[in-house]
């Protein structure tokens, strides 16, 4: 059973970071690419970035310069860095994957699985 579990979110002041964790289990993690996406209130869902089996990343304009994504395949553990908080990152933030090596998940059809998402608050 494949089950992702996300954790790390909370309040933060704007200019500040949070780093994301999302835990995996019951597939085959190291082979397959993993994607966190948001959604902010009142918006649609939007993929931020997504790590590739080994270790590249693709990621949405918006994330440039400001979140990382990373894995840990021994922990099966993917992780999203987010630096430099601005209020308009305010999102539920997911962890959701295709269990397959080159899919994003750029939308909920695109990908099978997906974690039920930590609350990310920027707010002074």
């Known amino acids: 059973q494949v089950q992702l579990v996300e954790s790390g979110g909370g309040l933060v002041q704007p200019g500040g970071s949070l780093k994301l964790s999302c835990s995996a289990s019951?597939?085959?993690?190291?082979?397959?690419?993993m994607t966190w996406a948001r959604q902010a209130p009142g918006k649609g869902l939007e993929g931020v970035t997504t790590?590739?089996?080994?270790?590249?990343?693709l990621s949405a304009d918006s994330a440039h310069g400001r979140f990382t994504i990373s894995r840990d395949n021994a922990k099966k553990t993917v992780y999203l860095q987010l630096n430099f908080l601005a209020p308009e990152a305010r999102a539920r933030y997911y962890c959701a994957t295709a269990v397959l090596p080159l899919n994003t998940c750029r939308k909920r059809a695109d990908c099978r699985y997906w974690g039920q998402g930590t609350q990310v608050t920027v707010s002074s």
């Open positions: 019951g597939f085959f993690f190291e082979q397959s690419a």
């Open positions: 790590i590739f089996r080994d270790g590249t990343a």
